[in-house]
């Protein structure tokens, strides 16, 4: 149906002797429209709209809620989608299409029972980028209708526009970006190529002649991820309009048109209303539904990796037994831990630099080491091999009661009057040297008096001793135990061999010889 207007327009042309086919070209209508109202009458006209006004729309019994829609939101012009969607989450599937619902807003806005004021939104038309190459992020913030503020992190798959959005009731920062890209990789199940931000204080410290500088903790997060960084000029819809365009949508089209009393109930809804509008409906830039799109670009994707920033997280942890040394192996090395964890389950995370080591019940981290890029080494930290359960006393006596003869008492004693700060240590290190291994006890007693004697009272010492002792003893067992030697005889004596005797006088002439040569020089 055409307006009063339009109507008039094509009797005009018609007194002035234009036909069908050129009114239709004039007047940019199609033929059928034009055949339809070219011999109508003036009466025939208002008869015909009379009728179409009072006929039954299949948006009418909705009219109520349309109209509270509005009202709540000022009478401002919405997006039509938006109401649909909306409508469509509080009563299931709706009689019509959203063409339909377009035209019974446009038939309320015609009959003066809907009034409001016109808003356009505007969108950008950005080059399209092959699938795995770019992500856009951007950040927003939008008040609600009971006075709370919501603040946006949003990003988008330039290629496939499947988009994340994710809500906070606090300014961002720097580490909160962090973590809600970790999120996002997740979702999207892969790490794109580059991120595309514009010069935003969250992420970017300063640009010096080019130069972009990083917040300390992003640039370390993105040496991490190995990423690419594109940083664009504020609000520029040629570089990042695709997530421009994205935050408008998330305003207009979802928080515009609902209300919340938490954020965690804008955060339910939000994610519904991803799956169900954002990346479940077609996408007029790219003519793909974005959730069937991502499928094929997540193969250009990047496998996600583990990160220090969500270390305390439970993604991507691994269990390990320890040993009844107190070790852990990973990868083709050990690594200590506690010594009170000794043969129970632990959990680890590992990133490309470091290890962290997690209680299984409490998720509390027990220990933390530097990744070792060699193989088959034991790494150690002493720390975890100290008893803090045990008091000094308890300890003193525990390693009293290792050995029953009196000399060892007395041993132990002077280590605790010689080392009175490291007395644990010492104590410790006495229960891994002595009571874990076979010790000979006639040995060790020799060692600790030849100590005692000595006056070195560390452990360290007498495990030395102990050492040479053992050594030496074995040695003397070795030659007691070898076969003697036999010297055998012969019967036949040997004959010395002659020797040349010269007279003295033949002494005598080679002297003076040699005295008459010196004398003729």
């Known amino acids: 149906m055409v307006k009063k207007k339009m109507y008039r327009k094509i009797k005009d042309l018609k007194k002035k002797g234009y036909g069908k086919i050129k009114i239709g070209k004039t007047l940019s209508l199609d033929p059928a429209t034009v055949r339809k109202y070219f011999d109508m009458r003036m009466e025939e006209y208002t008869e015909y709209l009379e009728s179409t006004m009072n006929r039954v729309k299949i948006f009418q019994e909705y009219e109520d809620e349309i109209l509270e829609v509005y009202a709540r939101n000022g009478n401002q012009q919405l997006n039509m989608s938006a109401v649909y969607d909306f409508l469509e989450e509080c009563f299931g599937e709706l009689p019509g299409s959203e063409k339909s619902l377009r035209n019974f807003i446009h038939h309320l806005e015609r009959t003066g029972i809907l009034i409001y004021k016109s808003k356009q939104r ?56 962090i973590f809600f890209l970790l999120d996002c990789f997740d979702y999207f199940g892969g790490i794109p190529e580059e991120l595309v931000i514009d010069q935003d204080s969250l992420l970017v410290v300063a640009e010096n002649y080019g130069e972009i500088i990083f917040t300390e903790k992003f640039a370390f997060f993105l040496e991490e991820m190995e990423l690419k960084m594109y940083v664009c000029r504020k609000s520029d819809p040629e570089s990042k309009g695709k997530i421009e365009n994205v935050i408008k949508y998330v305003k207009y089209n979802f928080l515009q048109v609902r209300s919340f009393e938490s954020l965690e109930e804008a955060g339910e809804s939000l994610r519904r209303w991803l799956i169900r509008r954002a990346n479940g409906k077609i996408c007029q830039a790219t003519k793909k539904v974005p959730a069937l799109a991502v499928e094929e670009e997540r ?118 009057q010689t080392f009175p700060r490291y007395f644990r240590d010492q104590c410790i290190l006495a229960r891994d040297l002595f009571a874990e291994n076979s010790v000979e006890e006639s040995v060790l007693e020799m060692a600790v008096d030849y100590c005692l004697e000595n006056k070195t009272y560390g452990m360290t010492a007498l495990k030395d001793t102990y050492s040479y002792f053992q050594k030496d003893q074995k040695q003397n067992y070795q030659q007691m135990s070898a076969p003697a030697i036999k010297i055998l005889k012969t019967q036949t004596p040997i004959e010395e061999p002659a020797v040349t005797q010269r007279a003295v006088g033949d002494y005598e002439l080679l002297v003076a010889a040699s005295l008459k040569r010196r004398s003729d020089r």
Do not use: C
């Open 122 to 177: 505007s969108y950008q038309k950005v080059p399209e980028l092959p699938y795995g190459k770019q992500m856009q992020l951007d950040f927003g913030e939008y008040n609600l209708k009971n006075g709370k503020k919501v603040y946006i992190f949003a990003a988008v798959l330039s290629a496939s526009r499947y988009k994340y959005i994710a809500f906070q009731d606090k300014p961002l920062k720097t580490l909160d970006v």
């Open 299 to 416: 193969p250009y994707l990047r496998p996600v990796k583990n990160s220090i920033f969500r270390k305390d997280r439970y993604v991507g942890r691994d269990s390990r037994t320890v040993s009844d040394k107190s070790f852990i192996m990973v990868g083709s090395n050990e690594y200590s831990v506690p010594v009170e964890y000794r043969k129970l389950t632990v959990e680890i995370y590992v990133t490309e630099e470091k290890l962290f080591v997690f209680d299984e019940r409490t998720g509390r981290e027990i220990a933390q080491h530097e990744k070792s890029l060699g193989t088959g080494e034991r790494i150690r930290n002493k720390a975890h091999f100290r008893n803090n359960s045990l008091s000094v006393k308890e300890l003193e006596k525990e390693i009293k009661t290792l050995f029953v003869f009196e000399s060892w008492s007395d041993f132990v004693e002077k280590n605790h």
